[in-house]
């Protein structure tokens, strides 16, 4: 069976602009012909599409390179002392489409769609019985849900204008692609219907699952919530996010209870920090509770070929001894530090941390030790210090969401309350106050101010500038000591053609139909 998984998979990234690389790969493995999925021999059974929709469609779902890109382009993070270089450029914004990043965005999430759309393509070859037709139903809605967070992941990232059905989207995988196949990209619209489609079979066949680590009804809700809010489209959004709220059984994680004692003291982080904090919150983080996490990426401690998004902060652990590649930003941290009673400012970083309230003349010296700001949004866990659960879906988001609808509606009291309740779940001392909105530029600014923070090193910070920074009449909010003492560290402005990534070199040596971003 190894060897069959292995030859549907050596196809799944052809002509995606990878046929340089799998040509020495030919001698090694019988590769099927152009366009031949060899279902007959693989897919043979419901049992055969279930071990495929595990070990090859859910195992190439993967969101740590897009969650890593967004805190360096962005201004969730600067250059920790220790690092040796790595991300710099992207930091300082030189993207182009030969940038390893950009590609690995880009064909990680097509990798995926190929992996569901082969599979709901060899379904067809297998006639289920009776008492197998519910089980080989979800098998494919599964399949369709997660082909449909591939596509909405592109857009994200790779579409100029997600509200507009007319912008460029991305290539559309609806059939097994062959070695010479070169798909042009369709429109927004174009991919909006196939993602539609996908999750209205979904909704009608998937048997509802509650593990975290698997696609359910709520998965598909909260998938629709944000794309709906990314087109634009209010009223759908609004109606998806509440039916997470209303179907899920979760609500949101508070902080309470908290360790007894003085908050930040060395004993209280001793309770605080440990692998099963005292903290709820916290658990989540450290993968101990799922909490209100609607969809997270299984990275358990021994076993498995997965990206390690921790490891992109921190080299060994999250402490300052861990050899930290990217510490938290300075902004950033001003806001939890200044926020009485947040839980974030303990949960987000590590007690080990260096922090300078002279930090300014500490850059202005040169020195660039002593204000080391340690993310330990990803702790690891038990044994393992560099893997954590990647959290796709929180139900904080659809908090969010609704606060968005509810101000474009011009209600801006529930604005408000939408976000209380956000902030007053992440509140050890219940100090939480409503906010009240003059008028809709001050909710948006201070609701993408709430998702930089609650969502920070998710993923989310980078297109949240894109839709909202000029709604909000703010901008990017890099601290000028956001970088190694004597550059110049720059915000990108709002508009700047760099919010959207370029399609990467490989796909436009490789398929002459892809058509390239403006700018790059």
């Not at 990209?185 to 999750?199: C, F, K, P, W």
């Not at 010296?365 to 959290?391: C, E, F, L, R």
Request: proline share 4%; glycine share 8%; hydrophobic share 35%.
């Amino acid at each position: 069976m190894k060897k069959n998984i292995i030859k549907i998979g050596l196809l799944s990234i052809l002509g995606f602009g990878a046929v340089v690389s799998m040509n020495s790969c030919r001698d090694a493995v019988d590769i099927v012909q152009d366009g031949e999925l060899n279902s007959d021999a693989f897919f043979t059974s419901v049992d055969n599409l279930q071990g495929y929709l595990v070990g090859s469609v859910y195992n190439n779902v993967e969101n740590a390179q897009a969650v890593y890109f967004t805190s360096l382009i962005t201004d969730e993070v600067k250059p920790a002392a220790g690092s040796g270089g790595q991300g710099y450029e992207t930091h300082r914004f030189y993207i182009d489409p030969s940038r390893s990043i950009v590609s690995d965005i880009w064909l990680q999430n097509n990798l995926l769609i190929n992996r569901a759309t082969r599979l709901i393509e060899g379904a067809r070859k297998v006639t289920p019985s009776s008492s197998e037709q519910a089980t080989y139903n979800n098998i494919i809605a599964e399949a369709k849900v997660l082909r449909a967070l591939g596509y909405l992941q592109l857009l994200t990232y790779f579409s100029p204008d997600m509200a507009n059905d007319n912008a460029l989207g991305t290539m559309i995988i609806n059939t097994v692609p062959g070695i010479s196949t070169k798909l042009p990209r369709s429109t927004n619209g174009q991919v909006y219907a196939v993602i539609e489609e996908d999750l209205d079979f979904a909704e009608s066949n998937l048997t509802n699952q509650h593990s975290r680590y698997y696609v359910s009804k709520d998965l598909v809700n909260a998938i629709r919530a944000r794309l709906n809010l990314y087109r634009g489209r209010y009223a759908q959004a609004k109606l998806y996010a509440q039916r997470v709220l209303s179907s899920s059984g979760l609500s949101l994680t508070t902080a309470l209870p908290i360790p007894s004692g003085t908050v930040g003291s060395s004993a209280w982080n001793t309770d605080f920090y440990k692998d099963a904090s005292t903290s709820p919150y916290r658990q989540i983080w450290s993968d101990n509770s799922q909490g209100e996490v609607i969809f997270a990426l299984s990275r358990p401690v021994s076993g498995g070929s997965y990206v390690q998004l921790p490891s992109y902060y921190n080299t060994n652990k999250s402490e300052i001894g861990g050899s930290p590649l990217w510490v938290m930003g300075r902004n950033l941290f001003n806001i939890l530090e200044g926020t009485t009673g947040d839980i974030r400012r303990y949960a987000y970083i590590d007690p080990t941390s260096t922090i300078n309230p002279n930090y300014q003349t500490a850059y202005n010296n040169k020195d660039y030790t002593t204000d080391q700001i340690v993310i330990d949004k990803y702790p690891g866990k038990g044994s393992a210090s560099t893997k954590n659960d990647v959290k796709m879906f929180r139900l904080s988001e659809m908090y969010f969401i609704l606060a968005e609808c509810a101000v474009n509606d011009s209600d801006l009291v529930s604005a408000g309350n939408y976000i209380q309740q956000v902030r007053q779940a992440r509140n050890y001392l219940g100090a939480a106050t409503t906010p009240t909105y003059a008028n809709q530029q001050a909710a948006w600014a201070d609701i993408l101010k709430e998702r930089r923070v609650e969502l920070a090193f998710e993923g989310h910070r980078y297109i949240d500038l894109k839709r909202l920074a000029v709604k909000a009449g703010v901008t990017m909010d890099r601290n000028n000591t956001d970088d190694r003492p004597g550059i110049t560290v720059e915000n990108l402005p709002n508009g700047h053609y760099k919010y959207t990534l370029p399609i990467p070199l490989s796909e436009i040596a490789g398929n002459p139909n892809i058509q390239q971003n403006h700018g790059y």
